[in-house]
């Protein structure tokens, strides 16, 4: 599957597989944003969309990315 970067003002009219660039922040790890881009715990359950996400943006610990880095992150669309 090939993913398309998109801006975040992209992504709010995307539909699912659309993907944002987040700018790490202190404290943040790949969980956290997922979470904060949509995911459930349900979807993160078992820590393998974490660790894709991890590999996509090569980092070697998805718990400490660092402040400032730029990470592309997928969107869960709104479920109706």
């Not at 070697?60 to 402040?67: E, L, S």
């Amino acid at each position: 599957r090939t993913f398309s970067w998109v801006t975040a003002q992209q992504a709010k009219k995307a539909s699912v597989g659309a993907n944002v660039e987040y700018t790490v922040r202190p404290g943040d790890t790949v969980w956290s944003i997922l979470r904060a881009n949509g995911h459930t715990a349900t979807d993160l359950a078992g820590g393998q969309l974490v660790a894709r996400v991890a590999r996509a943006n090569g980092l070697m610990d998805a718990n400490r990315p660092f402040p400032g880095q730029k990470l592309n992150i997928p969107v869960r669309a709104a479920q109706n």
